[in-house]
């Protein structure tokens, strides 16, 4: 299957700071990346949509000045946390569907501790 | 995005056949169902995914009954290494974009 990578896989930041993830496709082209966050013994919970070229779309209750997603290239997304705070502590994931989008294939995640 | 309902969790032990089932009442006609598996602290891993009747690859089987109101996911012969939760989604990718909304999973927990 396609391979979706992430970077870093985990980051402890002080509260106040900014935490940028990427998302990376890795032998496939991707218009549309997804973005969850995942609580400790929770499901996956959808954040937002990232689209190649254009504005992300937002899930209902997720503030899109707190975290920023740009999708720069059909390889490539990012995730940024802005001001971090000790709530945001969580697991973040995104995936990224094949050409026909039939399947999405996720990264391994990112562990962010904000202290 | 249709609902999908799922048990919490279930208990097994090795050598075992289980069998997962998942209800999705309001699954619509361009809807595919598709299962994932995911371990702590790593991301959903693909399983399967169908359509109507029988899918099988080298990992799993599905059921899907002629109304696919319901699904079931079949795991032959559970190995320790199976024990992780197990996600049932339905949804359109090619109207959806690949849009996925999880349910609550099962957590299957596979005994020596």
């Known amino acids: 299957g396609a391979v979706v990578s992430q970077h870093p896989s985990r980051v402890i930041c002080k509260s106040g700071t900014s935490v940028k993830i990427e998302c990376r496709s890795l032998?496939?082209?991707?218009?549309?990346m997804f973005w969850y966050r995942q609580f400790p013994k929770k499901s996956l919970m959808l954040m937002a949509t990232?689209?190649?070229?254009?504005?992300?779309?937002?899930e209902q209750g997720v503030e899109k000045d707190k975290f920023l997603i740009n999708h720069a290239s059909l390889t490539l997304s990012t995730l940024t946390v802005t001001s971090a705070h000790p709530e945001d502590s969580s697991f973040y994931i995104c995936?990224?569907?094949?050409?026909?989008?039939?399947?999405?294939?996720f990264g391994p995640g990112t562990r962010l501790l904000v202290l | 995005l249709a609902k999908t309902t799922q048990p919490i969790s279930m208990d097994s032990y090795e050598g075992q056949e289980v069998n997962i089932t998942c209800s999705h009442n309001?699954?619509?006609?361009?809807?595919?169902i598709t299962w994932y598996q995911q371990f702590p602290s790593q991301g959903p891993r693909f399983i399967i995914q169908?359509?109507?009747t029988k899918v099988k690859n080298e990992v799993a089987s599905l059921f899907i009954p002629a109304d696919r109101k319901s699904s079931t996911l079949s795991l032959p012969r559970v190995s320790l290494s199976d024990t992780a939760v197990y996600y049932c989604?339905?949804?359109?990718?090619?109207?959806?974009?690949?849009?996925?909304?999880f349910g609550q999973g099962t957590e299957l927990s596979v005994k020596p």
């Open positions: 995936s990224a569907g094949d050409a026909d989008q039939e399947t999405q294939y």
């Open positions: 032998d496939f082209q991707a218009t549309t």
């Open positions: 990232s689209n190649e070229g254009s504005k992300a779309t937002y």
């Open positions: 309001n699954i619509a006609t361009n809807d595919y």
């Open positions: 169908g359509y109507k």
């Open positions: 989604l339905v949804g359109d990718p090619y109207n959806q974009g690949g849009k996925l909304i």
